[in-house]
């Protein structure tokens, strides 16, 4: 597999914190990074230094070996999407137009949409399976809905690598696991992809990668089996993790809270 | 819900002709009546070339057409167009369909520099006096505005819009500390209380001259930013991450709607609700892509307003009513209902 994208020591100050610190990263066609972490670890900014939204205190990201540092924002935006967690927007766009921004970066200012722009706002749309939805507007969207379309925008610009921030955040189980399918089948035709997520059994069973980030830094990295173990899960995320066996033998989590921390009382007394 | 549009074409189709009809009514009607086929031959004589059409109107009927009637209609057309495209770039820029062009203190600032003008006199000496150095205040507004806000090279939105209410409250502030200082030279107190509540009177093609350049460039500046505005609606992170340069986006629609919004309130004193109302109506016929929506609002804020100042010179003659009144009056009710039906949408 050949490397598409990579982070090299990137380091971000926000006013006089560290909130990233040296990390290093690098992302493959076809593979699927997933970015673990608590709250605050540096999940979103590491994603959005990668994408080229933020520009590093030091450090550099290599776009198909030439630095990012040196090429114009549609250029970037061109090869590299990027999901932000929050996507919601009060205007009534229909989903068809939402899709076709994701042609900005290819399209000159005035020029109208191509033969090419239409097929490719065209494959998304199919791709993320909303073509039913074509002419609705998207303050009328389900969560699951609206962030099938903001995939799609992000597909229409027919980037090579996809960053997602939590894509799966506000969706239910059947929607996060269709985005998650989703980026599979992504990833199978070629694309590099790396998302942020809470949802580690996700993470194991989606991800051909694991990056764990804690305070900014990059604690380990790897293949999810080598990465998510008991002891890393308490060092990082302070709490215990037993591994189980479903019955096709793949693994799944279990969570608790550690022996030595006191329960809330209020939980022990629902539980009488 | 599917989205129920109206096509483009069937827009322009009603209000252009709306448009239209407007500019040559509102020539036609006032105290001296004059017939509408007069109207015409005066504007077809001025703009046709010489021997093109006879000329069979009085001088008096030319005067009251060509240096009357047509600039102030002309002027309101202007003030229309300006306002209405200045209204949509702040909902863009604000990303709320609420927001009106004098949240950034332009508005304020603009009027500070009018009541400085009646204040010093200054007015006596120029015609132009008065438009200038209420543009020019505008934009210093804005410049204050922008510089109190941004750090670093960025500008949130939140900071520019609190920055801009307390600079528009501050300016606010020390205009009406020099009108009660005058307050005693009744004159210059009706002068400023009544610009304040906008008009169109005695208006020149001076004022045409003025504004119209100003709402012309900043049109085609708006429209250059109408796909990076679409952008702008799905929020800063994702337009950036498409390769929108966002902050210098974010000062080419302030600055467009700031020299959009100056030289309308130039020439016309406060017009309100003119900003708020069409593009939010505009939009839900046509939707928010701004390609269409930014020339749309534009035309349609033209005819609005004409229509408004034939109202206020025609409901109660030949007293006049203040423009800003007339478009308070239709603005308000229809921004009430916008709110209402907003509401009861929220709630279930």
């Known amino acids: 597999m050949s490397t598409v994208l990579t982070g090299t020591d990137l380091s971000v100050v926000r006013g006089s914190r560290l909130i990233l610190d040296s990390a290093t990263i690098a992302m493959n066609h076809g593979e699927i990074t997933a970015i673990l972490g608590p709250n605050g670890s540096g999940k979103s900014t590491l994603l959005r230094v990668l994408g080229g939204l933020w520009r590093p205190a030091r450090g550099t990201v290599t776009l198909a070996d030439q630095p990012m540092a040196h090429m114009s924002r549609p250029e970037i935006a061109r090869r590299v999407s990027f999901l932000p967690q929050e996507t919601h927007c009060e205007f009534a766009f229909t989903v068809e137009e939402v899709v076709g921004m994701g042609r900005h970066p290819h399209r000159g200012t005035f020029a109208p949409a191509s033969e090419r722009d239409h097929r490719a706002i065209d494959n998304a749309i199919v791709r993320c399976d909303i073509d039913h939805l074509r002419t609705r507007t998207i303050d009328r969207l389900s969560g699951g809905e609206r962030q099938r379309v903001a995939i799609a925008r992000c597909l229409a610009a027919e980037p090579t690598v996809l960053l997602l921030d939590e894509p799966t955040a506000y969706l239910d189980l059947e929607h996060a696991l269709s985005v998650l399918a989703l980026c599979r089948s992504l990833a199978s035709s070629g694309t590099a992809i790396a998302f942020a997520t809470h949802d580690l059994g996700a993470a194991a069973r989606y991800a051909t990668a694991v990056v764990l980030l804690h305070g900014g830094r990059i604690v380990c990295s790897g293949s999810p089996a080598e990465v998510l173990t008991p002891a890393r899960c308490r060092e990082v995320f302070s709490v215990d993790m037993h591994i189980v066996s479903t019955a096709d033998g793949r693994p799944a989590f279990v969570f608790d809270i550690p022996d030595t921390t006191p329960r809330p009382t209020l939980v022990q007394g629902a539980h009488r | ?348």
């Open chain 2, 1 to 348: 819900m599917t989205s129920d549009r109206v096509r483009p074409a069937l827009f322009y189709a009603v209000v252009i002709p709306v448009l239209f009809v407007a500019v040559v009514t509102a020539v036609v009607v006032g105290s001296t009546s004059l017939e509408w086929q007069v109207v015409l031959r005066v504007i077809a004589a001025k703009l046709l070339p010489a021997g093109w059409t006879e000329l069979q109107s009085t001088r008096a009927d030319e005067a009251i057409v060509w240096l009357i009637r047509l600039p102030r209609v002309l002027v309101a057309a202007v003030v229309g167009a300006g306002l209405a495209t200045a209204g949509v770039l702040m909902q863009g820029l604000f990303r709320n369909p609420l927001a009106e062009p004098s949240l950034t203190g332009v508005g304020p600032g603009a009027v500070l520099g009018a009541v400085a003008v009646f204040v010093s006199g200054w007015g006596a000496s120029s015609v132009l006096a008065l438009p200038l150095a209420s543009i020019a205040s505008a934009l210093l507004a804005l410049i204050l505005v922008y510089a109190i806000s941004t750090r670093g090279g960025s500008t949130p939105i939140t900071s520019l819009l609190l920055t801009g209410i307390a600079v528009g409250a501050l300016l606010t502030a020390v205009s009406s500390l020099l009108i009660s200082i005058n307050i005693v030279t009744w004159q210059v107190a009706q002068e400023i209380v009544f610009w304040m509540m906008g008009g169109l009177d005695s208006r020149t093609w001076a004022h045409v001259w003025i504004s119209a350049p100003f709402v012309l460039v900043g049109l085609a500046a708006a429209l250059t930013q109408s796909r990076t505005l679409d952008l702008l609606l799905l929020g800063e992170e994702t337009a950036l991450s498409m390769g929108v340069d966002v902050e210098a986006t974010k000062r080419l629609v302030v600055a467009t709607s700031a020299l959009l919004t100056g030289a309308s309130v130039a020439v016309a004193g406060l017009v309100g609700f003119v900003g708020l109302v069409v593009p939010h109506a505009v939009r839900l016929l046509l939707g928010p892509a701004h390609r269409t929506l930014l020339p749309a609002s534009a035309v349609a804020g033209a005819a609005f307003v004409v229509l408004c100042d034939l109202a206020a010179r025609t409901v109660r003659p030949p007293a006049e009513i203040r423009l800003g009144v007339v478009t308070a009056l239709c603005g308000a009710p229809f921004f009430l209902v916008l709110l209402v039906r907003k509401l009861r949408e929220a709630h279930a």
